[in-house]
């Protein structure tokens, strides 16, 4: 396994990871990508929701069940395009509880989104950073990663946790659930979601999202990605990785 995933913490890589994503976004691929997730469908009867159906709070319980394994492929997508440009590059995760919002590496850089609203709700200002409370911290991140209930409910809490959590924090396309792919953030933010789940998989080995026929077809990548197919991150020959555990005080 050559792939191994970061703290944005301990990351160093940052000129050659921002020069890449760069020439993503001057070739185009970097807004193909982020097009995959605004995609829309129109039902029979005029409801407009996203085509991949890949998050529960819009489409229930099959939602919550691809979320998970949805994200992992679409990450899996954008590492292999930002590794065609510099193949010893990886994506870093965006390590919540000790990054503590200063979002090391990307602070100054959101790609294809015009700004953030860091902390704030949509349209309010603030005068300092003092003001924008952090609401993630480490027993929160290790309580889901040591849950012990089944794969539904953790998928549904981590979406609606850490998951949205980060989103609104945030803010500006991060908060459109549709362009939120536009902020180099949301990637480093979903492989972090994906490393609670990574870890949280090791615990609870054979809990996987009840689904199959087309359900359990990651689109739009076909059959390359399906939710069995996908569970496994050092069994994904090439795209096969790992996550650099963040750095946490020794227990007493």
Do not use: C
Request: proline share 6%; glycine share 8%; hydrophobic share 35%.
């Amino acid at each position: 396994m050559t792939i191994i995933r970061q703290s944005n913490v301990t990351f160093d890589r940052w000129p050659q990871f921002r020069k890449a994503v760069k020439e993503m976004i001057a070739k185009g691929t970097y807004e193909r990508l982020a097009q995959i997730h605004a995609t829309q469908k129109i039902e029979p009867d005029g409801l407009i929701s996203a085509r991949h159906r890949m998050h529960g709070a819009f489409h229930g319980p099959v939602g919550f069940r691809r979320f998970l394994p949805w994200h992992r492929a679409y990450l899996i997508i954008f590492e292999r395009e930002l590794r065609t440009i510099d193949n010893s590059l990886s994506l870093p995760y965006w390590d919540w509880d000790n990054d503590l919002g200063r979002l090391i590496g990307v602070s100054d850089f959101s790609a294809l989104s015009p700004g953030r609203n860091l902390g704030l709700p949509p349209g309010q200002r603030s005068e300092n950073n003092q003001s924008r409370e952090w609401e993630f911290n480490e027993t929160q991140t290790m309580n889901l990663e040591s849950y012990p209930g089944e794969y539904f409910t953790f998928s549904r809490i981590l979406e609606g946790g850490l998951h949205a959590i980060g989103h609104n924090w945030i803010g500006g396309d991060m908060a459109n659930t549709r362009f939120s792919p536009n902020d180099i953030i949301f990637w480093m933010h979903h492989a972090a979601v994906d490393r609670v789940w990574a870890k949280w998989q090791t615990n609870n080995p054979g809990e996987r999202a009840f689904l199959s026929g087309n359900d359990a077809r990651l689109d739009p990548w076909g059959s390359q990605f399906t939710i069995d197919n996908i569970n496994d991150i050092s069994d994904l020959g090439a795209d096969s990785y790992s996550y650099e555990d963040p750095q946490r005080p020794a227990t007493p």
